[in-house]
């Protein structure tokens, strides 16, 4: 039977199943060709360009052949303070070809992609979507070496050594380390298979929901909306099929704490997704695991598996839905037109999910802490958790520490912790900046490390990354601003466009080639992008620009030397050297 | 009221813009009584001979002399105008940009079907040097306004001359910068 063939038997041949067929063809034959899709178009009933609009889409389907060896360089900033280009450079002459590229005989492609949740062992790589994280350049040679020789990428992988914690279990077999750091008392309380489900088996939808209402629980992806409601709302709209999605696409640069969640906390997240299915009455729970967390899908399935065969989950079956390298999947409505087998593009609200969610029914999506912090809230009471944090937040928080730090990994803290707090535990090193809430958040300069964590003054979806006074704000701010040109979907011009401008103009800050006016113009904007884009990408991505501008005019001051508006830096010798050299002058 | 002083001037453009100038029709008679011309294609006047008020740039940056044209309105202007997409965004130049000056060159001289397999491409002191790409002015000068249009119609070209001479605020109908 033909490859396409057996993986559509496997598969099934509905749209939804999409993302997954172009996964198994991807991996298989290094490209989704436009032969491939065009056949793969009348075996799923949809026109070639359904097809060709998801697979351009995602950055970890191509067209082109992308080697037997699929190799992904992080090109987060955490990565890039990390001696990244070290090891880029490494890989390059290894390889004897170009980031961006294949080997002459097709055995390694070399590529870049956002941070891929490893910015506390950077710099990292993915290796045929494995991730391989604290790389030195020794580490780089024997890897390569290694996989000339045709020693298998696992193999290699156990004699790096393998990580802490399940890390090391059967169903992982990963070189990653977890880095938990400080562990509170509600998160870490030992957990007992089964009894956050038995206590909620006891309970009615209602008075489940009201518990969690009670414990001030809002989302921890970082909009932070009031869980209990979600609930509710979701319960409240009539329908015979509603949906419990967990937002597992933990795409925001610098955190990392959903991978830790996913590795050693999958039972309690099951837990919370099942109770979450009683109250709201749903039929069934996808994970929606970003790529770049793939490894960690058996280890995901063998525990459903697990509580299927211990009679948890008889009437709410869990998938594992793997993404495909996409930040904007991560905002809820994109995630569920993924799950559909769609281009990820935000979807207009209202109807919100909680309406017309997952195949038009009624869903709710949670991020990974939420689920495991109400599994822990049912377990405990809502005053376990109400008692602890600030009045608007209630609670603990995960932290992903990264940076400049000597101590980076996984941190419980109370919502209301200061930032110096943060900097003392987590042993900064002389930090002069530190960006709340990856780059969609907000940036704080030394003078503010007195503000704290809460959702009225800094709020983060976990991320926290460190910058000592060697770091440049102006590299940190264009990583951040190459991050969100390269990830919008493209869909709304504001964002698409933009981003771009914005992008523009922090280089010509950055270069010494701005006038005053621009930083108006850069304000200007940073508000019209954040005013009128469709989703939250564009909502925050002049974040950091603005927030900086704002907290430190003075270095953006410092860094415009040229005052005179009528005329702006034009090389000449620059512009013509082309043509000078094309006439042999 | 004194006569306002104006300047025109062709970069990497079509002429278009200017053709439309004039297409302000009957208008040209009102105009005439409020502006004087200085240097200008419409005037044949090559270098500027007085302070200007207000320069129209029509079309982008294509070559060294397109920079040094540009610069020096600016210097001699008080006002600048971007006229139409050329000088606002490169416009249809500008799709050179895509190509690197070699293969541009060497479809121009050698590939077209018309060219004669003798042709070199030229080369002179005399002839300006082509830029890298087509670059729109407001990358190089300040710009002061902006008027959109392949071409601008002579009735935006009035309109927006005419606020700028009586000081009024000018605003333009959504009909006239509707392109699609």
């Known amino acids: 039977m033909h490859k396409l063939d057996l993986i559509i038997q496997k598969e099934g041949n509905s749209q939804d199943r999409l993302i997954p067929i172009l996964w198994e063809i991807q991996k298989d034959i290094g490209c989704i060709s436009l032969d491939t899709q065009t056949d793969l178009s009348k075996k799923l009933n949809l026109s070639p360009a359904e097809i060709q609009e998801v697979v351009s889409f995602y950055h970890f389907f191509s067209e082109e052949y992308r080697g037997k060896h699929q190799i992904y360089i992080d090109s987060s900033i955490i990565a890039d303070f990390h001696d990244r280009n070290q090891i880029k450079t490494t890989f390059e002459n290894e390889l004897k070809i170009n980031t961006g590229s294949v080997t002459p005989c097709g055995t390694f492609g070399l590529f870049e992609t956002s941070c891929i949740g490893m910015s506390d062992q950077s710099p990292a790589v993915l290796i045929d979507f494995i991730p391989v994280p604290s790389l030195t350049v020794e580490k780089v040679k024997i890897i390569l070496n290694s996989l000339k020789n045709g020693i298998k990428l696992e193999e290699i992988i156990l004699s790096l050594g393998l990580g802490d914690g399940a890390n090391s279990s059967n169903y992982i077999q990963s070189n990653i380390n977890n880095n938990i750091v400080k562990k509170g008392h509600f998160l870490f309380k030992k957990w007992s298979k089964g009894e956050a489900i038995s206590i909620a088996s006891q309970m009615s939808p209602e008075n489940i929901i009201q518990v969690i209402s009670d414990s001030g629980l809002k989302g921890r992806g970082g909009a932070g909306f009031p869980t209990g409601l979600k609930w509710k709302l979701a319960k409240e709209v009539p329908s015979d099929k509603k949906y419990i999605v967990c937002n597992a696409d933990e795409g925001e640069p610098g955190t990392f704490k959903d991978r830790v969640l996913l590795t050693e906390f999958i039972g309690l997240l099951l837990e919370g997704m099942i109770i979450a299915s009683k109250a709201v009455g749903a039929s069934k729970g996808y994970i929606y695991l970003r790529g770049e967390y793939s490894y960690l899908k058996n280890h995901i399935e063998r525990q459903i598996l697990d509580f299927k065969e211990s009679g948890f989950i008889n009437s709410f079956p869990i998938e594992v839905f793997l993404g495909a390298g996409a930040y904007i999947c991560g905002e809820e409505s994109a995630l569920l037109e993924s799950l559909e087998g769609k281009r990820g593009e935000p979807r207009i609200k209202p109807p919100f999910p909680v309406e017309q969610g997952l195949f038009g029914c009624p869903t709710v999506v949670n991020n990974v802490e939420t689920f495991v912090l109400a599994a822990q809230i049912i377990r405990f009471g809502h005053e376990s958790f109400s008692s602890l944090g600030t009045e608007s937040s209630r609670g603990i928080r995960l932290l992903s520490i990264s940076g400049d730090v000597e101590k980076p990994g996984i941190y419980e803290y109370e919502w209301g912790v200061s930032i110096s707090e943060i900097l003392r535990d987590c042993k900064a090193i002389e930090p002069t900046f530190v960006q709340v809430g990856g780059p969609s958040g907000t940036m704080i300069s030394n003078k503010e490390f007195d503000r704290k964590i809460s959702h009225d003054d800094l709020p983060t979806g976990g991320s926290f990354m460190v910058f000592s006074k060697k770091r440049s704000l102006f590299d940190i701010l264009s990583n951040f601003m190459d991050f969100f040109v390269d990830e919008s979907c493209g869909n709304c011009t504001p964002c698409r466009a933009g981003n771009v401008i914005l992008r523009d103009l922090l280089t010509k800050v950055k270069t010494g080639k701005a006038r005053p006016s621009d930083l108006n113009k850069i304000k200007d904007w940073g508000n019209i992008v954040s005013k009128t884009s469709r989703c939250g990408l564009g909502m925050t991505s002049p974040n950091p620009l603005l927030t900086s501008l704002k907290s430190m005019p003075e270095y953006f001051e410092n860094a415009i030397t040229n005052k005179d508006e009528n005329f702006l830096d034009f090389d000449i010798e620059q512009a013509t050297a082309e043509y000078k050299e094309f006439h042999n002058e | ?180």
């Open chain 2, 1 to 180: 009221m004194d006569k306002k002083v104006i300047s025109t001037i062709s970069l990497a453009g079509c002429f278009g813009c200017h053709m439309s100038f004039l297409d302000i029709d009957l208008k040209l008679l009102e105009l005439i009584e409020l502006v004087e011309f200085n240097r200008s294609p419409l005037t044949d006047i090559k270098t500027f001979s007085k302070r200007i008020d207000i320069g129209i740039i029509e079309g982008g940056c294509s070559n060294d002399e397109n920079v040094k044209v540009l610069k020096d309105f600016r210097k001699n202007c008080d006002i600048l105008i971007s006229l139409g997409e050329c000088a606002i965004m490169g416009g249809l130049p500008a799709l050179r940009n895509h190509l690197t000056l070699k293969e541009c060159l060497e479809e121009a001289y050698f590939n077209v079907p018309t060219s004669n397999h003798n042709q070199t491409i030229p080369r002179h002191e005399d002839l300006p040097q082509l830029l890298d790409k087509v670059y729109p002015c407001h990358e190089l000068v300040k710009i002061d306004y902006f008027l959109p249009g392949c071409p601008p119609s002579g009735e935006i070209i009035w309109q927006a001359l005419a606020a700028l001479i009586k000081n009024d605020k000018l605003e333009i109908s959504k009909r006239l910068i509707k392109y699609d």
